[in-house]
């Protein structure tokens, strides 16, 4: 077993509709020799699929024999002849009396087994049948889903209880966040129906997957999660779909979720699966089993993840899966649903212009000395609400691509030019004198935005351009991937200067970590802003590596009468091999 972690599964009903004990058993010490598991969710329901209770009891007791906790499990998809709806995976209407009894039912069956209940995340609604429409009357379709939702949830609760006063209930959250109000989700509501939360934290093949979900999504969504429901986040949900032409991706959703601070994993896939005929064939677990042994001795040294604060109200649509890219960018992030006024650094996506308050938060943090980073969506929402108290910057519709581009931050006095490998495409914003242009691309003979910086009171307000099509980003060269992370990670110990590709995880007892997704081997530089830091050690070799330059900034610019306050900057260099990870500690002065 593991000292940081659990492991747990989740067979489907449809697996143990046609499974036998023997199948069931041989699955089992499969999975104990490879992937010891401490709990099993089993599923009494989904879609067509639902499991008597004389089997579901046997199969319960089996894995008992094993010294394995069981929990219930509901797929909410049904459909009910006579009563079909035209929705996406029949997911249930709940406006309809018809499905809601059943699904009632279904909970107090599965109620009646087990003192916990997982959903997995179908607990949701789509449904425009014509109940729903009249139903809905003058709210928004997200309006009227949260209410209802919620009401199910309390129901839900309720019917339980009915049967099972004692019983815990889980609701697992799904990977598409910026969904969730339009489909009825609502973390910050439903916290204080159900007992517990799951976060779903699949990554699949990013290009050829409908979805092209990011990897770092699998520690942005845990962490965003988590802010929401402290404490009651109780693990990380992966599956197999689009790993199964490459295992690295199976094996990075469980490592990035243990690095996001999941204490319990769920190892879910199709115990059915067609390309394997028996669990027993399938290569996922032994190598995730080897790697989760890796990754637990390292969180025995880690501390508690910290990031870049990215304010996203659960109201707020807009530039959904951003941060995702970016996180492929080495920019380790923090999302939250509230806006961290102690925060150093705040990144604002169009999502946070939801908030009616935000442009008075906004002026108040920067004000006081906050340092805000907004994408040009952001400030185009805000465009009459008064943000031009703020920046001067106009938003065009026009678009420029460009191979060329400039990095100069303003109290780093150092330009650097340097080139794509094919050219980026971003939208087009105007600033006034009064903007410095820290990032900006050359096309013919003209130039254009990427990241500005105009001050504010006592703090700075920037603009990070974005183009539309998100992973353009990772053709930015090596020293303009380094200044976008150099600004977003200044109130960190720890920055990462490198090409895009690589994801930085920060902790807040000066250890952080390292994962390259590139395709060969490479050498990133780690800037390490500490001052009485001596070097850093690899938390795995020992590996103690000397700084190579130390550097002093800010500097003095142009004509400029003062120069702030100076922070240093020590330099590493460090290889990392493709597809791996690599974590250290900082050391200090009284340890060298």
């Known amino acids: 077993m593991y000292r940081n972690f659990h492991i747990a599964t989740y067979p489907h009903a449809e697996y143990l509709y046609y499974a036998d004990l023997d199948t069931v058993e041989e699955a089992i010490r499969y999975f104990q020799k490879r992937l010891p598991l401490t709990k099993v969710y089993l599923e009494t329901h989904r879609g067509m699929y639902d499991i008597e209770e004389s089997k579901m009891r046997a199969v319960k007791e089996l894995f008992h024999r094993y010294g394995i906790e069981t929990g ?23 406006q309809d009396p018809v499905y809601r009894k059943a699904f009632l039912d279904i909970v107090r ?109 699998s520690y942005s969504s845990f962490r965003r999660i988590t802010g929401i429901v ?18 690295n991706t199976w094996v990075e959703q469980a490592a990035i979720s243990l ?12 115990w ?17 089993g080897q790697q989760l042994k890796r990754i637990d001795s390292l969180l025995d040294k880690t501390g508690t993840p910290i990031g870049v604060s990215v304010y996203e109200p659960l109201e707020g649509s ?19 649903a509230v806006f961290r006024e102690d925060a150093p650094v705040i990144f604002l996506t169009a999502s946070a212009a939801a908030d009616p308050q935000i442009l008075t938060k906004l002026k108040s943090y920067v004000r006081n000395g906050g340092h805000a980073v907004a994408t040009p969506a952001f400030v185009e929402a805000m465009s009459d609400r008064g943000i031009d108290e703020i920046t001067n910057a106009q938003i065009t519709n026009r678009r420029a691509s460009a191979e060329l581009f400039i990095a100069d931050g303003y109290h ?73 992370a150099a600004v977003l990670t200044r109130g960190l110990f720890v920055s990462l200067s490198a090409a895009p590709k690589y994801s930085l995880f920060v902790y807040d007892n000066q250890t952080f970590g390292l994962l390259s997704y590139r395709p060969h081997a490479g050498e990133v530089d780690i800037s390490i802003r500490l001052e009485d830091a001596s070097g850093i050690r690899d938390l795995e070799t020992g590996e103690v590596f000397a700084p190579l330059t130390v550097d002093m900034h800010p500097e003095k610019r142009f004509d400029s ?3 702030p306050e100076a922070l240093t900057e020590q330099h590493y260099k460090v290889s990392i091999e493709n597809g791996e990870f690599r974590f250290f500690e900082v050391l200090r002065k009284e340890h060298a």
Request: one cysteine or more; glycine letters at 8%.
């Open 72 to 94: 219930g499990a509901i797929a909410p998809t049904l459909s009910i002849p006579g009563h079909e709806k035209n929705t996406l995976y029949d997911v249930i209407c709940y």
């Open 230 to 247: 402290p404490g009651r986040n109780l693990g990380a949900w992966i599956d197999e779909g689009g790993s199964n032409n490459h295992i």
């Open 318 to 336: 807009g530039e959904g899966q951003l941060i995702n890219y970016l996180g492929m960018l080495g920019i380790p992030f923090e999302p939250s």
């Open 272 to 288: 059915m699966s067609f390309r394997y005929p028996t669990l027993t064939e399938c290569p996922l677990q032994p190598v995730l």
């Open 561 to 563: 009468a003062k120069i």
């Open 412 to 484: 780093r006095n150092q330009r650097i030019y340097c080139e794509s490998r094919e050219p980026v495409t971003f939208p087009v914003y105007t600033c006034s004198g009064g903007a410095w242009q820290a990032v900006s691309m050359v096309t013919e003979e003209a130039g254009f935005s990427i990241l500005t910086e105009e001050f504010y009171g006592d703090g700075s307000f920037l603009i990070l351009n974005i183009p539309d099509d998100y992973s353009q980003l990772y053709r930015l060269p090596e020293a303009v991937v380094a200044e976008i």
């Open 109 to 217: 069956y599965t109620a009646s087994l087990f003192d916990e209940i997982i959903l997995d995340d179908f607990f949701f609604t789509s449904c425009k049948c014509p109940l729903c429409i009249d139903a809905r009357g003058d709210r928004t379709w997200a309006e009227y889903r949260t209410d209802l939702m919620l009401q199910v949830s309390r129901d839900m609760k309720a019917a339980a209880a009915d049967v099972n006063p004692g019983c815990r209930l889980i609701i697992k959250y799904p990977n598409w966040y910026e969904s969730y109000r339009q489909c009825g989700y609502a973390p910050d509501l439903q916290k204080d129906v159900f007992d517990f939360v799951y976060t779903g934290t699949e990554a699949r093949n990013p290009k050829y997957d409908p979805q092209h979900v990011q990897r770092y999504l």
């Open 259 to 270: 690095f996001a601070g999941a204490k319990e994993l769920i190892a879910c896939r199709d």
